[in-house]
């Protein structure tokens, strides 16, 4: 990103996403309430940006680079496949699906973030869950009767499979990353738990779906503070 940053903004850290459906399904919540979604354009290529939680003094920023993406996002978690993302330059008026959440692409002229690395870095602080679907059932019960459902990062590190949330433990001005082991590799957009059978599966899309469950954000790589124990 060569836009020009503000001298006084918001310290964040940026991290890619795997695809654009991923910071999609970041930015809604499946509410009324959609994140918004900021780019940056350039030759061609367009930067999306979606802040998220804070953690060590600085907001994560996620990130997708990509061509030929225009003013809205259509995202419809409820494919027949899977979810999936269309690009519009204008919002059609037959686009009123309830299942189908539109989101806003915002262009800056300057980035709001500070991105230079501090002289001391800041710690993030970390713990680790041994169970990763006991984490998941932590998340569906912290959010059950919220019209929202939870989410989770997954990333491979060291050849291993993790989850990460930032939605367990901690405050507003300082989120922890709680993680967890997976013993597959996560391959899918959403975790459903079965609470007949005390059972987490995972699902392409949310299309006949009865079950709670919590939305992964797949990660292009890891997060850079990871160091898992």
Do not use: W
């Amino acid at each position: 990103m060569k836009k020009k940053q503000t001298s006084k903004g918001i310290k964040a850290k940026f991290v890619k996403v795997a695809s654009i459906e991923d910071i999609a399904r970041l930015a809604c919540d499946f509410s009324n309430r959609i994140s918004p979604i900021f780019c940056t354009r350039e030759k061609g290529r367009t930067v999306l940006m979606c802040p998220a939680e804070k953690a060590g003094g600085a907001v994560n920023v996620y990130t997708f680079e990509g061509s030929g993406i225009k003013n809205y996002l259509v995202y419809d978690p409820s494919g027949e496949d899977r979810d999936k993302v269309e690009s519009k330059e204008e919002l059609a008026e037959d686009i009123h699906n309830f299942k189908v959440y539109k989101i806003s692409v915002v262009e800056l002229s300057t980035i709001p973030f500070i991105t230079k690395k501090p002289k001391k870095k800041a710690e993030i602080k970390m713990c680790r869950v041994q169970d990763y679907m006991k984490m998941v059932r932590l998340l569906i019960n912290r959010f059950d009767g919220d019209d929202k459902p939870g989410k989770v990062y997954a990333f491979m590190a060291k050849g291993q499979q993790y989850l990460c949330s930032f939605e367990i433990l901690g405050t507003e001005e300082e989120q922890i990353a709680v993680y967890a082991k997976v013993p597959y590799n996560i391959k899918r957009n959403f975790l459903v738990y079965d609470y007949t059978k005390d059972r987490v599966s995972e699902a392409d899309t949310l299309m006949n779906n009865v079950y709670p469950h919590v939305r992964i954000i797949n990660l292009a790589e890891a997060f850079d503070f990871f160091k898992p124990e």
